[in-house]
């Protein structure tokens, strides 16, 4: 079965880039969204088509999707942020998720 | 605006079944599917299928079939979700999501937490 790759955490200075990772076999002939979760709430989409923001999302969010990596930017990271990040893909009709990775913002 | 808003906390023994419900307002319900997904506790998202609501054609995820159905009533826009022969695997929050035009998931219920013990 296909599977999607995350570093298990990332940290980042406030005002800096953080980049995450999602790593799958000829990931970038996929369309990856990319969705955030904070503790005790629901997941909420950020990035998908790799690259196309949702009405609501900053554009400090943004996204790249190439070989077999999609990667999930955010600039001048603020402490709002914090969060676990998914990435998905659809693979044979099915949704595949990654398993998260949990930006700190420090 | 759009709302998807779930059935509440569920307990159950293991062996028994669950069903859980997902209302759905402020868009046309048969122009979208609907997707379950859960998380087990600490752990990350898990699909478990979706239901196109115009003719209910669905896909179950492999490691669930034979154990999941999922139905909708478009006289009230609902959305349901079946899991039985339950085991404490199954304890987790369980999510309905409407898969938007763009292939993911834009609106999410607020979850229903299911725990599965003895």
């Known amino acids: 079965s296909y599977e999607l790759t995350q570093p298990p955490s990332v940290s980042v200075s406030p005002g800096q880039t953080a980049s995450i990772t999602c790593s799958g076999d000829?990931?970038?002939?996929?369309?990856a969204s990319w969705y955030h979760q904070k503790p005790g709430q629901s997941p909420v989409l950020v990035i998908y088509?790799?690259?196309k923001r949702p009405s609501g999302i900053p554009e400090r969010f943004s996204g790249s999707n190439s070989g077999n990596t999609a990667t999930l930017t955010i600039s001048g990271t603020q402490a709002m942020d914090e969060a676990d990040y998914f990435c998905?893909?659809?693979?044979?009709?099915?949704?595949?998720f990654g398993g998260g990775t949990k930006l700190t913002v420090l | 605006q759009i709302q998807l808003v779930q059935s509440g906390v569920e307990v159950k023994k293991p062996g028994a079944s669950v069903n859980v419900s997902c209302k759905a307002s402020?868009?046309?319900?048969?122009?979208?599917?609907i997707s379950w997904l859960r998380q087990a506790p600490g752990q990350g998202l898990e699909w478990m299928g979706w239901?196109?609501?115009?003719?209910?054609?669905?896909i179950y995820a492999q490691r669930l079939q034979g154990r999941i159905t999922m139905t909708t009533d478009t006289s009230t826009n609902t959305a349901y979700v079946e899991l039985t022969s339950l085991t404490s695997d199954d304890t987790a929050v369980y999510y309905c999501a409407r898969r938007g035009t763009m292939d993911a998931f834009d609106h999410w219920g607020q979850g229903t937490v299911v725990t599965v013990s003895s």
């Open positions: 998905q893909a659809w693979d044979s009709s099915t949704a595949v």
């Open positions: 000829r990931l970038g002939d996929k369309y």
């Open positions: 239901i196109r609501v115009s003719d209910v054609y669905t």
């Open positions: 088509h790799d690259n």
């Open positions: 402020g868009y046309t319900f048969t122009s979208y599917g």
